[in-house]
């Protein structure tokens, strides 16, 4: 058994003994349950929005749509299972089918996860050029903007399909569980700890770092930029109004998406390669990484509301289809 392994199956026992009281169950239960409902309905409701409302037809906005799909992944396939976790403490699947979900949905959330951080860097580059030239076409059109979503999910699920031959279900004190196996043939080529630190460099922090140095260099950029002639002044004002709602919202969703992930990863991080076995199995741990986590995971229901608290537009036509709905 491999030592990541055994790291999973000591975790997964000491969980056990540290949340089993009833209360901390159905209140962990209920959150999740109540993140499902709101990413589900509010990725989705950006969907349609966008779909149903041709100003909004614009490359930023199908790059946030396409980051709501992505997020969409985690109420289909990873919140089911982890109130079946919650209430059970095991796998419930099994045979071929929990097998194959065993594999598709690590595959799936960590595809996802890639897919949006890459929509954020475009988002980012689109920002950058309407600020930085806004007198040019738009540095991502609209025929290329379908490209670059199409390759976000090539890219993701070619640099993650490896967890389609890693994950496995394991039998445990007569409880199954889905664990990640690092078979000693992959060893040999490169190993586990090496792997997740180059996805973790090439898809998250070099990303993000890339976003940050972009948005500085435009909040440097509004600053310093000239007060018009008046005959020109309103015009501006209006479309420097328009770049800055947009701008706000785009650095919003970034900076929640770092704030809610960062906890997780270091956390996973100190499981991943910490020696100390007492640390990583102590309730204090477990019970900050199960706050990590839930936080990590409501990022997906948070990133929607963002869209409808920073844009009227996405206000205004979500109104029209709740109007449409309910009366």
């Not at 966008?50 to 396939?77: E, T």
């Not at 930085?132 to 979503?149: E, V």
């Not at 998250?204 to 950029?221: D, E, G, Q, W």
Request: with cysteine; net charge positive; glycine share 4%.
């Amino acid at each position: 058994m491999s030592a990541n392994l055994t790291k999973t199956m000591n975790g997964t026992q000491f969980v056990s003994s540290c949340f089993n009281t009833e209360a901390q169950i159905i209140a962990e239960i209920f959150a999740y349950c109540l993140v499902f409902v709101v990413s589900l309905f509010g990725n989705t409701l950006i969907g349609i929005v966008v779909y149903k409302r041709k100003a909004l037809r614009k490359p930023i906005n199908f790059l946030i749509v396409n980051m709501a799909m992505s997020d969409l992944l985690f109420p289909i396939f990873l919140f089911p299972n982890n109130v079946i976790w919650l209430h059970t403490s095991s796998w419930v699947f099994r045979g071929l089918f929990g097998k194959a979900l065993c594999k598709l949905v690590p595959f799936f959330i960590e595809s996802s996860l890639v897919v949006s951080v890459q929509s954020l860097v475009l988002i980012a580059v689109d920002r950058f050029g309407a600020v930085f030239y806004p007198l040019r076409g738009p540095l991502i059109s609209l025929k290329l903007c379908r490209f670059l979503i199409l390759a976000t999910w090539i890219i993701a699920m070619a640099g993650w399909c490896i967890n389609l031959f890693t994950f496995n279900l394991v039998e445990y004190s007569e409880r199954l569980a889905c664990v990640r196996i690092w078979s000693e043939a992959l060893a040999k080529y490169f190993s586990f700890e090496t792997f997740i630190v180059v996805m973790h460099v090439v898809f998250r922090y070099v990303p993000l770092i890339f976003i940050a140095i972009i948005y500085v260099s435009i909040a440097i950029k509004i600053k310093c930029q000239k007060t018009p002639g008046l005959q020109i002044v309103n015009s501006r004002e209006r479309r420097l109004k328009r770049e800055r709602s947009v701008l706000k919202m785009s650095v919003a969703i970034v900076s929640v998406f770092g704030i809610c992930w960062l906890p997780h990863t270091i956390g996973w991080f100190l499981v991943t390669f910490s020696s100390n076995t007492t640390m990583i199995s102590s309730c204090g741990f477990l019970y900050f990484r199960s706050v990590a986590y839930f936080l990590a995971v409501a990022n997906c229901a948070i990133s929607p509301c963002i869209c409808f608290t920073f844009s009227g537009n996405y206000r205004g036509e979500l109104k029209n289809i709740l109007s449409y709905l309910f009366c």
